[in-house]
């Protein structure tokens, strides 16, 4: 049980350092008020999918870079799907990230922000996967999962 | 060179005037030397004198003035002073002569004398000595040759008595002595002469007159130089400030018209007065002084002269008259008055700049300020009417009277504040352009019917709500009905809320056209430009028997957050911004809201729009809006009938609040409506809203979607089958919604959040499947991303806005949408909320999702509130 305790009070700190280094921002927290008894992994589902597809547009941004002639509109247009998904899953700094890729858009300068988002991205991968599996050896251990306000 | 010009000029005028007066002036030169003076002036020649001088005033004034015989009286003396000094070293030298001739006399005399006394002592030796004497040079020095002299004859006399006193040497010394002295009388002689003829040469040569002449014409002549171009005029006048003296570089009249004379006397026009005063008051004051005078003379035009005037005094100290000295600065002044204008004009441009500058500043202070209280508004509604919807819910649980009263409260509370925000919101889509608005068929008959039904509904008071609608108003009209409808619902809550008892009338009848045909172009007269269609104004009176508003408040009426008193809010509740929409929105719609008012008796508001008249052919298949819901038999009726009356049958039924108690508080046709609406299961939410807070003051409830709620409600009872089927097929009588999203993170949590809201959707990924699915299926609401792959979310609603102006999808198949041919007509010609879901919040992707046709739009990321409110104003 003290394990437990423990264990939770760790994984409020971490969900706090999350907010407060702007990893995550109030729509996570939507996210986690979305689920209850009859959904009980929507966070994790909804989180996969993004990385999922996260890793998906990353390929097809870092293969249009790649191009002789880049397609910025191609180019745009996944980095404006990227801004969509994870700021639909509030994750802040790889919205954030997007939206300043944007701008690089249309002075046509990428090279840089490609890599900038594809580290925030992985940031708040392994940021959420740690926080993920923080949750998973709560459940083990037979306690619940602390709500944050 | 120099006096070419002067002579040529004034040769004429002044020839005749010089010889007469020089004499007086000679005289005054020689005045300390008379004598001389006359014959000598005669050689003197005045030729060139430009001037025009009175020289007996001149006379006078050298006489007179300080000034003038000081200068005078310096030259003189200088000259006086030179021939002094020659006269008296020649008088010097004359005496020492006549001295020394006197002396030679007296030894004459002495000689003669002792050579008498010793006649025979003749003899002594003293010739060599005057032998000397003869050789010596007498003219020089008169003085050392006397001395000589003196000792000669004491040597003689020493020399006398040493010698022998023979008198052979007497008489020989005797001779030679009287030699020596006619040699002596001869040179006194010459030296006389000399006298006499240097003195002659002296005063001939240096006659002051002459001198003084040649002084004054070389400085005449400089003047001259200096003068000729010089736009100067130089004065004297007297003390009657008559002219003594002018010169002027640019004659225009003769000596004779100015010489004794004022300006006055001289010429006419703006500025001689002036001038004229001007030189008094310095003859008068005794000080100096200047001044810039504009003359406007027919003499010479416009011009502007500086005016230095100075006072000339006597030796006794009085004022005897002015020097004036004028210079023309016509140019000068014109381009200082032009440099002054300039600069003038600078400043109020500067000023002017400024004042627009903090206009500017203003304005866009007020855009940033509005764009917030946008922004806030729709901030602050998503949270309120999360809290407005749980106490909704939270009321049809069970509660006790006390808690009853609270919730009650607390719901009219969070009604207002919705109330306003959305009249906020309204306001600023007007005044931002983004309202657009839409041009539908509507039947006039039914809306009047509508709104005073529904103002019916949620009456509490014994007031009778009558339609009047005049038989020529056509059946069926094109407009913006919901904007209309809204005014009218606005009009006739705010004429309930004031009206204690009596009546609240709607008047609706035709008028001839307020202004001409070209300058009324609404908007959606352009919207439509079939130049044939015809146009009728109809005017609407919305008339009550209530308090009435005080003359003083009209003004202000139909301002924002205006009402007519101080204590009005507090008594009558309400937003205030309720006319001012109805103003904007009837201004929008290309007519006029005015008010009529007596204290006490009732106030009516007017307003008057113009609408088209759809062609006859169409009219007759094509069902609109209004077309009556339930009761299909009356329809006849309906559409003829201009009279409607709702009156509450007792007030003791109307604050029963029972959900069936409410429908018998209405009577008339349309209890018909009130029976199919409890008939319906879906029914609920809407009875629910009326119902259960029965306190709401009736205004809040304006705006709330009442009828087209009751309307879809009824039209999907009443089509029957056909939609009856799309319901089943869902297990639901719901309206479905359909979501129009690209992204599988955004679509999952899309469709959790509806899940939580108890809401069925159907998801397509991008505007084409849109379509499609908008053709298969009936939906009640669809959200739509605007960013997608294939097509966008705007061109989406674009086809869809157009299949439902048209009736086919023409467009849609030009776009290159394929679409299955099995597709359900749809028997209401209803619109659509389509909701846009950006992700770019207020910024001007918002007016091109309400230009491409969509009705409001939800900020990405989408939030469960933002989406419940959305839902729970859209969806009926």
């Not at chain 2, 008379?34 to 006489?63: H, S």
């Not at chain 2, 007017?606 to 088209?612: E, G, I, Q, S, Y």
Request: hydrophobic share 35%; with cysteine; charged share 30%.
């Amino acid at each position: 049980m003290a394990s437990v305790t423990q264990l939770q009070r760790q994984f409020i700190e971490y969900t706090t350092s999350l907010y407060n280094e702007g990893y995550l921002d109030d729509q996570f927290t939507q996210l986690q008020k979305l689920q209850d008894e009859s959904n009980p992994d929507f966070v994790v589902e909804v989180v996969s999918l993004f990385f999922e597809d996260s890793e998906k547009l990353l390929n097809n941004l870092a293969t249009a870079l790649q191009q002789k002639t880049v397609d910025y509109k191609q180019v745009d247009s996944h980095v404006h799907q990227f801004k969509g998904s994870s700021s639909s899953i509030g994750a802040q700094r790889v919205t954030n990230m997007c939206v300043h890729f944007r701008n690089f858009c249309e002075e046509k300068n990428l090279e840089g922000c490609l890599q900038q988002a594809k580290h925030e991205y992985i940031l708040v991968r392994n940021k959420l996967e740690a926080l993920f599996r923080l949750e998973q050896q709560i459940l083990q251990a037979g306690g619940s999962i602390p709500m944050m306000e | 060179m120099e006096d070419d010009n002067a002579e040529d000029m004034e040769v004429e005028v002044l020839s005749s005037m010089w010889p007469e007066d020089i004499d007086a002036a000679g005289k005054k030169f020689n005045l300390e030397k008379p004598g001389a003076d006359q014959d000598l002036l005669e050689d003197v020649t005045f030729i060139e004198e430009p001037t025009i001088v009175d020289f007996q005033r001149l006379l006078e004034l050298t006489n007179y003035s300080e000034k003038g015989s000081s200068q005078l009286s310096y030259l003189v003396k200088n000259w006086e002073w030179k021939q002094e000094n020659a006269v008296r070293l020649l008088r010097e030298e004359l005496e020492n002569l006549s001295k020394q001739q006197h002396e030679v006399e007296l030894k004459k005399l002495e000689i003669l004398e002792e050579h008498r006394f010793e006649d025979d002592s003749y003899g002594g030796d003293k010739r060599p000595i005057s032998i000397l004497d003869e050789v010596y040079e007498i003219i020089p020095d008169v003085p050392k040759r006397r001395n000589d002299v003196i000792y000669q004859d004491q040597r003689l006399e020493i020399d006398g008595e040493d010698d022998t006193d023979t008198v052979k040497y007497w008489k020989q010394r005797a001779l030679n002595l009287e030699k020596l002295l006619e040699l002596s009388v001869n040179r006194e002689q010459i030296l006389l002469e000399k006298l006499e003829e240097s003195i002659e040469k002296l005063e001939k040569q240096s006659s002051p007159v002459e001198e003084l002449s040649q002084i004054l014409k070389r400085a005449d002549n400089f003047l001259h130089f200096v003068l000729q171009n010089a736009p100067v005029v130089i004065g004297h006048q007297d003390k009657d400030l008559r002219y003594r003296f002018i010169y002027n570089h640019f004659p225009s009249l003769g000596e004779e018209d100015i010489i004794g004379k004022t300006d006055v006397e001289i010429f006419k026009g703006g500025g001689v007065k002036e001038s004229q005063d001007f030189k008094r008051e310095v003859l008068e004051k005794g000080i100096p002084g200047k001044r810039e005078i504009t003359f406007e003379t027919e003499l010479f035009g416009a011009k502007t002269f500086l005016i230095y005037v100075e006072p000339v005094f006597s030796k006794e100290g009085e004022t005897i008259g002015v020097n004036y000295m004028g210079m023309e600065i016509t140019d000068q002044v014109r381009r200082r008055e032009k440099m002054a204008k300039l600069r003038e004009e600078i400043a109020v441009q500067k000023a002017r700049e400024t004042e627009l500058n903090k206009t500017i500043h203003i304005t866009e202070e007020t855009m940033r300020a509005k764009q917030m209280l946008a922004t806030m508004s729709h901030e602050i509604r998503s949270p309120l009417s999360g809290v407005v919807s749980m106490a909704e819910i939270l009321s049809t649980t069970k509660l006790d009277k006390d808690q009853k009263q609270l919730l009650s409260v607390m719901l009219s509370s969070g009604d207002l504040v919705l109330q306003l925000i959305n009249d906020i919101l309204d306001l600023s889509k007007v005044e931002s352009g983004v309202m657009k608005l839409e041009a539908t068929k509507f039947r006039p008959r039914e809306v009047i019917k509508h709104v005073l039904q529904t103002a019916a509904a949620s009456l509490k008071k014994m007031l009778i709500l009558e339609g009047n609608v005049a038989d020529d108003v056509p059946i069926e009209v094109i407009g913006d009905v919901l904007r209309i409808r809204q005014i009218l619902t606005n009009l006739i809550s705010n004429a309930v809320k004031f009206t204690h008892e009596g009546k609240v009338k709607i008047n609706l009848y035709i008028i001839p056209d307020p202004c001409s045909e070209s300058q009324q172009k609404s908007e959606f007269d352009m919207e439509e430009s079939e130049s044939h269609e015809r146009v009728v104004w109809i005017r609407c009176d919305v008339e009550d028997s209530g308090i009435g508003i005080p003359e003083t408040a009209l003004p202000s009426l139909f301002k924002k957050y205006m009402q007519a008193g101080a204590d009005t809010a507090r008594k009558y509740g309400g937003t205030g911004l309720g006319l001012a929409i109805c103003k904007q929105l009837v201004e929008l719609m290309g007519g006029s809201l005015t008010v009529s008012s007596k204290e006490h008796c009732g106030s009516t508001f007017t307003f008057v729009l113009p609408h088209k008249i759809p062609h006859a052919c169409e009219s007759s298949d094509e069902t609109d809006d209004f077309k009556d819901m339930d009761d299909n038999t009356s329809t006849e009726d309906d559409e003829n009938c201009g009279f409607f009356q709702f009156k509450p049958r007792t007030l003791g039924s109307l604050f029963s609040s029972n959900g069936s108690g409410r429908a018998h508080g209405l009577t008339g046709t349309e209890l018909n409506f009130e029976k199919s609406n409890s008939e319906n299961n879906y029914s609920t939410k809407y009875d629910s809203f009326d119902h259960d807070h029965p306190f709401h003051d009736p205004c809040i409830q304006k705006n709330r979607p009442l009828n087209p709620d009751a309307q879809r409600i009824h039209s999907n009872g009443n089509s029957g089958g056909i939609s009856g089927n799309v319901h089943e097929k869902t297990k639901s009588l719901r309206p479905k919604i359909l979501l129009v999203e690209d992204h599988v993170v955004n679509v999952m949590v899309a469709k959790r959040m509806m899940r939580q809201l108890n809401q069925d959707m159907d998801v397509v990924n991008n505007g084409v499947e849109a379509v499609r699915a908008f053709q298969r299926c009936d939906y009640g609401l669809i959200l739509m991303d605007v960013c997608m792959p294939v097509m966008d979310g705007l061109q989406a609603t674009r086809l869809i806005r157009s299949y439902e102006k048209t009736g086919n999808w023409d467009e849609a198949r030009l776009a290159g949408v394929e679409l299955s041919g099995d597709h359900i007509p749809k028997e209401q010609r209803r619109r659509i909320p389509i909701i846009a879901m950006t992700a770019n919040a207020m910024s001007e992707n918002a007016e091109e999702c309400f230009a491409n046709g969509m009705d409001s739009f939800i900020t990405k990321p989408v939030t469960l509130q933002n989406l419940k409110q959305c839902l729970e104003q859209y969806l009926p």
